[in-house]
């Protein structure tokens, strides 16, 4: 293939070898892209650009008007992607992909078509025009499924400092190291990525050789881009500058905030920093700055939303939203508060810390080191004549007390607990210290989440899972049709796009209250909680696998799964109980 293309393009140059070695050396010196040396030239085409970097790269020049490009290839890359970089695929097989470039030099590029596309790029050189008009050519607009935020052309990415103060994240002081220009560089363009893949957390991770950045994507860390080991100190001072924290402590974890902005997207990072062996690593959670999902949206069925609305519509109460880290729980009560928000009534949050604004409510930072805990703010708050108040997290019997006397005194409470089921929440309230009558006097409903990725809806068929896997979950082998996403553009060749709740939702029934009140053993609960209808964290997740919304394969990653025991929840609760939670 490369013959083929090395044969299609072969042309006559207008520049000599010898102007052109002139111009690299003369890029060399300036730090800058042969490639911008060469578009500086004014009296040079396109053309004549192509060819020079052809010969002196030694990549293939191609012409995009006498070759073929396979559909397949281009359905690798979304449309906007490929304008951004000014790039074209052309050929695909199983490991690679052939890619038309302007700039066969652009690594930003080359990395993120890689990431994008999960196959090694090849670069062959084409003219800008050229590139332009065959992205018009093979990508039909409306066919290219739109993936939410975009930044469209505009890479212009600023900091901002304060409420009017930006800072410019290109900027760089030319008093400062020479490694700087790269670090801004590279920092800039991983709060791009970020950006771009709708990535959830970016992490910049030093090894004893070079530095790793991984973004998670869906609740999945993939790799996106490995660094050199010298960028170690100078990556982490820029981010450390933009998030306000001191550059010269290296040896002890920070926290800090960057709010950075395109021409049309505003992000929010919170940064954290810890000492590791090989120097510090960062951590930048993306927050979102979107617009909470509808309930419905987050997966929840017509009978689950009924039963939220009935709870959320009570003058008075507490919904409790329970799962580990990353089970989506507050972008559960978002939706929530959105859903009841109303002009005349009065929602206040305490967060550690803020993730999404809310149009209409007044949210609170917890700052525990100014002493702004959760139990202080919510004080302070019952003072404020809410109506409706989400506390981030019941994390202390203080805090939990303070709640519950609010969801008696008038006030709709909205929090959340950090266990594994919606029986473990009660249990965890009582080893909290909450007395069980104020448990049942105020607990509407409690519910146990998980995040799953959602199939991606532009390349679903069917498939059949491998019979352990079905076994694991208790599904028949030959029940019904199942899917799952073949890979495309459209998700990163993930097969998987966006994700979707899965839920376990408990409601205090007075036979659950009365055992609440004995103490009952989290087993007795449960057994009572099934009988009288709930559909346990397991079950739901095997009717959205048989709706062809996720599949096996990401319920076992995200559902605990006992697989000793049979169907029903007595083998969850043993293993619960084995391992304390
Ligand atoms: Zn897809």
């Known amino acids: 293939m490369n013959q083929e293309l090395e044969r299609i393009g072969e042309g006559s140059g207008t520049l000599a070898s010898g102007e052109i070695a002139a111009l690299a050396i003369q890029a060399k010196a300036r730090k800058v892209a042969l490639w911008d040396v060469l578009t500086a030239e004014r009296r040079l085409s396109e053309d004549a650009v192509a060819d020079a970097l052809s010969r002196w790269l030694k990549v293939p020049r191609v012409r995009l008007d006498s070759i073929g490009v396979e559909s397949a290839a281009v359905k690798m890359l979304t449309r906007r992607l490929a304008r951004r970089h000014v790039c074209l695929p052309l050929r695909l097989t199983p490991r690679k992909l052939v890619l038309a470039m302007a700039n066969p030099q652009d690594d930003h590029a080359i990395q993120d078509v890689q990431f994008a596309s999960s196959r090694r790029v090849q670069p062959v050189v084409a003219g800008r025009t050229e590139i332009l008009n065959g992205i018009e050519k093979y990508y039909e607009a409306a066919t290219t499924p739109a993936t939410g935020a975009t930044i469209a052309d505009a890479d212009v990415f600023t900091a901002l400092v304060g409420e009017d103060d930006v800072m410019d994240l290109d900027h760089t002081d030319p008093s400062q190291l020479p490694e700087t220009a790269p670090a801004v560089h590279a920092c800039r363009r991983i709060l791009l990525a970020a950006v771009e893949f709708q990535a959830s957390d970016i992490h910049i991770e030093p090894g004893p050789e070079d530095i790793r950045v991984r973004l998670r994507i869906d609740g999945v860390l993939r790799d996106y881009l490995e660094l050199p080991g010298w960028m170690r100190t100078p990556l982490l001072s820029r981010i450390k500058i933009l998030a306000k924290l001191d550059i010269v402590q290296q040896r002890v974890p920070q926290d800090g905030r960057i709010k950075a902005k395109t021409q049309d997207i505003a992000i929010d990072l919170r940064v954290s920093t810890l000492p590791t062996q090989y120097g510090e690593k960062a951590v930048l959670r993306v927050l979102g700055s979107t617009r909470a999902p509808s309930l419905a949206g987050l997966g929840l069925s017509n009978d689950e939303m009924t039963l939220v609305d009935a709870a959320l519509h009570q003058p008075q109460g507490l919904i409790l939203v329970t799962g580990p880290t990353g089970s989506g729980k507050s972008a559960t009560l978002y939706s929530m508060l959105a859903r009841r928000q109303s002009p005349d009534i009065n929602i206040v949050t305490i967060e550690d ?229």
């Open 353 to 581: 810390p803020i993730e999404r604004r809310l149009a209409g409510a007044s949210q609170v930072q917890v700052d525990d080191k100014a002493g702004a805990t959760f139990a202080r703010c919510l004080r302070a708050i019952l003072r404020q004549d809410p109506d409706v108040i989400m506390v981030g997290e019941i994390r202390d019997l203080e805090t939990a007390e303070i709640a519950f006397q609010a969801a008696m005194t008038g006030h709709l409470v909205l929090s959340t607990l950090h266990t594994n089921g919606s029986v473990a929440a009660v249990d965890r309230l009582l080893d909290l210290g909450v007395k069980p009558a104020m448990i049942t006097a105020v607990t509407d409903l409690v519910i146990a989440q998980r995040l799953a990725r959602r199939i991606c809806t532009s390349c679903r068929g069917p498939y059949v899972p491998s019979p352990a896997a079905l076994r694991k979950l208790h599904m028949p082998p030959n029940g019904d049709e199942l899917h799952r996403g073949m890979g495309c553009a459209a998700c990163a060749h993930t097969g998987y796009r966006g994700r979707i709740g899965i839920f376990e939702m408990l409601r205090l029934t007075p036979e659950l209250k009365e055992l609440v009140r004995r103490r009952a053993s989290e087993a007795e609960m449960t057994e009572v909680a099934v009988r009288s209808g709930t559909r346990m964290l397991r079950d739901d997740a095997i009717a959205k696998v048989k709706q062809g919304l996720t599949t096996v394969e990401e319920v076992l990653r995200v559902v605990r799964i006992d697989d000793d025991h049979g169907p029903a929840a007595d083998g969850l609760l043993q293993r619960r109980r084995l391992t304390g939670l």
